[in-house]
Nanobody, 125 residues
Framework: QVQLVESGGGLVQAGGSLRLSCAAS????????MGWFRQAPGKEREFVAA????????YYADSVKGRFSISRDNTKNAGYLHMNSLKPEDTAIYYC??????????????????WGQGTQVTVSS
C-alpha cells in the first residue's frame, strides 16, 4: 500500500505559478511511477504529467507541455508538479497517483493503483 497526500493548491491569477507536492508513505515509493491528473467540474479526470520511478522519464499532456514540470525526490518520498503560466482552464482538482513500474502506460488512469485525495487549483482571469 502507498498513501499519497497532495498539498500546495490554491487560488492564483492567470499567468501565475504554483507548486503542488505529493507526500508518499507506505511501501517503497521509489519503486513506483508517479503521475498527476486533474478533474474539472463536469469533466472526466485527465492526465497531466507523469514521471518514471527513477526520474529519468517524464511525460506531459499537450495542454501543459512547456508550462508544467514534474519532478520527484525519492529520498524524501515526494513528488512535485511545478505549474507556470497558469490559465483559467487549468482550474481543477489535482490528484497525484502511483503505479507499479511494469503495470502499463503512463497516460491512462486505469494503470494507477494509488491515489491521493486531491488539491484544488483555481486560476482567476
Amino acid at each position: 500500500q502507498v498513501q499519497l497526500v497532495e498539498s500546495g493548491g490554491g487560488l492564483v491569477q492567470a499567468g501565475g505559478s504554483l507548486r503542488l507536492s505529493c507526500a508518499a508513505s507506505g511501501r517503497a515509493f521509489s519503486t513506483y511511477d508517479m503521475g498527476w491528473f486533474r478533474q474539472a467540474p463536469g469533466k472526466e479526470r485527465e492526465f497531466v504529467a507523469a514521471i518514471s520511478w527513477s526520474g529519468r522519464g517524464t511525460y506531459y499532456a499537450d495542454s501543459v507541455k512547456g508550462r508544467f514540470s514534474i519532478s520527484r525526490d525519492n529520498t524524501k518520498n515526494a513528488g512535485y508538479l511545478h505549474m507556470n503560466s497558469l490559465k483559467p482552464e487549468d482550474t481543477a482538482i489535482y490528484y497525484c497517483a502511483a503505479k507499479g513500474q511494469y503495470s502499463g502506460g503512463y497516460y491512462q488512469r486505469m494503470f494507477y493503483d494509488y491515489w491521493g485525495q486531491g488539491t484544488q487549483v483555481t486560476v482567476s482571469s
